[in-house]
């Protein structure tokens, strides 16, 4: 069994996050931030520690500012819907995810308005059709950081600086990247980061976070118990506990720090030059398939995408499944305007995302498996 | 000292995280224990931490790189009609 869709959820993960998870579970899953006895205070500590590690990897000041969530999408909600009012205008670009268009498309009927910059064919945003998209209204710019399609990296650094002088709000969607590229929200001048901590973090799914810049105050998404002024019958403002309603996923946030040890002690830079030394052996090996179509301009994370000729993706995808043991993802991947841009939106494109747990020989079994439905396909006409 | 026994501190917050941060970063520094909070306090939060023994001035010094609205408070060990006395000090 080969599986090869890490860009939608990583898996296996690391033991060590197993182990968290069940130990959490049996031994002190007491409801956190809730009782003061032992058990839901030592829940409470560890969920607090995930906290930290996040902002230790991203160089967040305070691990107040972190908020969980159930996945990268209801982060991206939260910071959408929660800072966007009437009148405001978003820039974002046609290589994002549903996770965002969808909100906006929800946004705009409330008369929220938006840009979507087209970028090229292979993916690239051009830095002066983003600036000219840019209007006097404009109060956020979103983007993600890596395409969940191609793996193609757009400028958020470039992006991140313009937004600075201007003072509108930078958000980043770091799904595909988030445990795998280095992000300092500090230095990429980022006012709120979303991400799942079931991809490249290694936590289990179930868990998602969203960074709050200091001084942002966002609407939540929803009301409720958080275990602070009870006497209260308004949502609180402090953080993280005014979008933090209801009881947290406790052994998920767990088990998603778990996941950020492991990150740690393996580094990300062992963890990328892994990524690459497969990701390099793989589009080697694909280029010289001549029926093999590659898209996207030569990332640095291991989404690849491609097409084999007179082949719709979802055939390509079950052949692999069925007779190779390869699980890939074919289609659009939620990402229709992406697929616009690549010009795939009638064929989607097969996705290989590899992770930390692939090998070598699993990547030449994929190759050979390739090699053997190109020829086939060929064979048969 | 007769006063360390007729009377504790305990610092008080609005949330059980900004507790839980609190702990984390004067646990080395201070004895403390966490506590439910004493009913004679603001119920914001159901969690406290209490000062087994405190060097008020060091508390006073490291107070402000804490950056969490905390309160605190001197509590009389001794209870009369059933409440303990109570007095907030700034910080």
Same mark, same amino acid.
Request: with cysteine.
């Given at each position: 069994m080969t599986y090869l869709d890490n860009a939608a959820t990583t898996f296996p993960k690391p033991e060590a996050v197993y182990q968290a998870i069940d130990k959490c579970m049996r031994h002190y899953a007491g409801n956190q931030g809730r009782s003061g006895h032992r058990l839901s205070m030592q829940a409470s500590r560890e969920v607090y520690e995930t906290r930290e590690l996040l902002a230790k990897l991203f160089n967040i000041q305070n691990p107040l500012r972190i908020v969980f969530t159930e996945n990268g999408t209801e982060a991206l909600n939260l910071g959408l819907k929660g800072v966007l009012e009437p009148g405001d205008h978003v820039v974002t670009s046609s290589m994002e995810h549903n996770s965002v268009y969808r909100p906006l498309n929800a946004l705009a009927e409330k008369g929220i308005t938006f840009s979507i910059v087209l970028c090229s064919p292979d993916g690239c945003l051009d830095i002066e059709a983003f600036t000219a998209?840019? #209007? #006097?209204?404009?109060k956020m710019v979103i983007l993600n950081h890596a395409s969940n399609v191609t793996g193609e990296m757009l400028p958020i650094r470039e992006v991140g600086e313009i937004c600075a002088k201007k003072g509108i709000l930078f958000m980043v969607?770091?799904? #595909?990247?988030?445990?795998?590229l280095d992000i300092d929200v500090q230095d990429l001048k980022i006012d709120l980061l979303a991400a799942p901590g079931h991809k490249g973090l290694f936590g289990p799914q179930g868990t998602g976070f969203l960074y709050i810049g200091e001084g942002l105050d966002l609407k939540p998404l929803k009301e409720g118990g958080t275990g602070s002024r009870s006497e209260d019958v308004f949502q609180p403002l402090m953080m993280p506990d005014r979008y933090e309603s209801g009881t947290l996923n406790a052994p998920g946030i767990i088990g998603l720090g778990a996941g950020i040890k492991f990150l740690q002690q393996e580094t990300l830079q062992k963890i990328r030059a892994h990524d690459e030394k497969l990701r390099h052996y793989f589009i080697e090996a694909l280029s010289q398939i001549e029926t093999v179509r590659l898209y996207g301009a030569g990332a640095l994370i291991s989404v690849v995408s491609l097409n084999i000729e007179g082949l719709d993706s979802t055939e390509t995808a079950y052949l692999l499944d069925r007779e190779y043991d390869i699980f890939v993802r074919p289609g659009l991947h939620c990402a229709p305007l992406t697929h616009r841009t690549l010009g795939t939106l009638d064929t989607g494109t097969v996705r290989f995302s590899f992770s930390y747990f692939n090998t070598e020989d699993e990547v030449q079994q994929s190759v050979s498996a390739i090699q053997k439905i190109c020829l086939q396909k060929r064979d048969a006409g | 000292m007769d006063l360390e026994k007729d009377f504790f501190y305990v610092i008080t917050f609005e949330s059980p995280n900004q507790a839980i941060q609190v702990e984390k970063q004067i646990k080395s520094i201070f004895e403390i224990s966490v506590i439910?909070?004493?009913?004679?306090?603001?119920?914001?939060?159901?969690i406290a931490i209490k000062f087994n023994t405190v060097d008020l001035d060091k508390l006073f010094a490291l107070w402000p790189t804490i950056k969490i609205p905390g309160r605190l408070f001197k509590l009389s060990n001794k209870k009369i009609n059933g409440s303990r006395e109570t007095q907030e000090i700034q910080i």
């Open positions: 998209a840019l #209007q #006097q209204n404009t969607d770091a799904a #595909q990247t988030a445990g795998i | 439910p909070t004493p009913r004679e306090l603001d119920k914001s939060c159901g």
